[in-house]
């Protein structure tokens, strides 16, 4: 039931200056006057929204703490709802004695993402705008941030609209022409009706590659170190991630598990996994790590093929370099700070290649530079608009199809009316897309990854 009144804790647990509770929806007043006090005896259900009151919070008879309560009123709210928050001092028991209190009132305990949601179903937000307040959330890098910050205004969706707009003109052209096939005034001009839609998949073009190079930057980039035992591989990633999360170790073969770390270098988050040496074993352990790193390899954005320079290259490392040409990878040239020994072997293949000391930790920006060269991250323009998930993506890709399909169909002969259903097709994705047209199973999926509160 969309009217009834929730309540969240808003603040991460843990000790801190202060936590909020927040209760939205028609009686968020009422409850909210039943487990607070204002010093001065006045309701708030009488106060005027962006305002704050001093008082006390009670559950039921008992005295939980003084506090304050921010009132926002209906639809000026986060979720277009009424709206209270009520602050604490900051302690995991007090703020869930609070919470249990606002219960007991008549509220109901609000599930994860529920509020986005109600902004959502209120108009306040597009479907768009609710992915990009949690990816805000989960930002780690300042690229990822502003991205999602942009999305949050509206500028994702405003380019949506525009697209939008001109595949309704479209069909509204298609449907009217179908309507009085006898006006000659109505006639559709077959060549201005192939430009345009041409310019639509060119629009729909430039978001499907943007997402390409900007979801890096975004959600992360699956980055797989692979390369023979004792490369370095354990050291480069302690390098990246400035921690001893690695067993680095000089013994052959020690590294057995996948051990994943998460690191921020400049712009980018990489998601590291640190791989058993790939090389021929008779050690059945250590195959299974071996496996787990060939699987790793095929499926990651980024590989990161690790050489130890200071000796000859060797045949697992001439394997090695077969296995990574044709993916997105770089070869890093480790032992940089001893005596070069490779005989120029990796520089005369044509894969991109950095030479870099993981010990010393001689090399680290080239590599950052290089890895946005092999991703084209580098080529992104910085005020691009850049779709925020892959749900989004899927929707552009089937826009486009489907825009294609019909440019196709009108070349070669078909009637207007199949045309037609073509181009709508593509407009029913674009408004999916922004939740114009929504199944319950897609705004659910959307929302379930929230945290409760938001
Ligand atoms: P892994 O098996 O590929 O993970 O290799 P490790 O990171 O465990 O490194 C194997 C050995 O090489 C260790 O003794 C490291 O200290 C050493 N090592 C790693 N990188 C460098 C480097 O850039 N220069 C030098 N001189 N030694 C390195």
Do not use: W
Request: with cysteine; charged share 25%.
């Amino acid at each position: 039931m969309i009217n009834d009144t929730i309540v969240a804790i808003a603040t991460p647990p843990g000790e801190g200056g202060i936590s909020s509770i927040r209760i939205s929806g028609r009686e968020a007043f009422v409850i909210s006057d039943k487990i607070f006090n204002t010093k001065n005896g006045e309701s708030l259900a009488c106060r005027p929204g962006y305002t704050a009151a001093y008082g006390n919070v009670y559950d039921g008879e008992n005295l939980l703490d003084d506090g304050v309560a921010l009132i926002f009123r209906a639809p000026k709210s986060y979720t277009g709802e009424d709206t209270v928050e009520i602050s604490v001092h900051g302690g995991d028991f007090l703020i869930k004695q609070v919470l249990r209190a606002a219960a007991k009132a008549g509220a109901r305990i609000a599930q994860g993402g529920e509020f986005t949601k109600r902004a959502f179903e209120n108009g306040k937000i597009s479907l768009t705008q609710a992915e990009s307040v949690m990816q805000i959330i989960s930002a780690r890098g300042s690229q990822a941030l502003r991205l999602a910050a942009r999305n949050k205004e509206g500028a994702l969706s405003k380019v949506i609209e525009k697209i939008t707009s001109k595949l309704l003109f479209l069909v509204s052209q298609i449907s009217v022409f179908s309507d009085f096939p006898e006006d000659e005034t109505l006639m559709i001009d077959e060549e201005d009706f192939i430009f345009s839609l041409n310019e639509i998949i060119n629009d729909l073009d430039t978001l499907i590659s943007n997402y390409d190079k900007g979801k890096y930057l975004i959600g992360g980039i699956n980055t797989a170190i692979v390369g023979s035992p004792n490369a370095g591989k354990s050291t480069l990633m302690n390098l990246l991630s400035k921690t001893e999360r690695s067993i680095v170790t000089p013994i052959a073969g020690t590294t057995r598990d996948i051990i994943e770390e998460t690191v921020q270098t400049g712009e980018f988050t990489l998601k590291l996994a640190d791989t058993a040496g790939i090389r021929k074993t008779g050690d059945e352990v250590e195959k299974i790590g071996v496996d787990a790193a060939l699987k790793r390899l095929e499926n990651a954005d980024l590989c990161l093929g690790v050489f130890d320079i200071s000796k000859p290259p060797e045949a697992a490392d001439k394997e090695l370099v077969l296995r990574l040409s044709g993916r997105p990878s770089l070869l890093v040239l480790n032992k940089n700070d001893l005596e070069d020994k490779s005989e120029g072997y990796f520089e005369k293949l044509s894969l991109p290649f950095v030479k870099i000391s993981a010990k010393e930790g001689i090399g680290e920006e080239a590599l950052n530079e290089k890895i946005k060269e092999v991703l084209k991250i580098n080529e992104l323009d910085q005020n691009s608009d850049i779709l925020g998930s892959e749900r989004q993506y899927q929707k552009v890709v089937t826009a486009k199809n489907s825009a294609t399909e019909a440019l196709s169909a009108l070349k070669g002969g078909v009637t207007l009316d199949a045309v037609g259903i073509l181009i709508d097709e593509a407009l029913s994705s674009l408004l999916e897309l922004e939740g114009k047209r929504i199944t319950t199973e897609v705004a659910d999926e959307v929302f379930k990854n929230f945290c409760v509160g938001k």
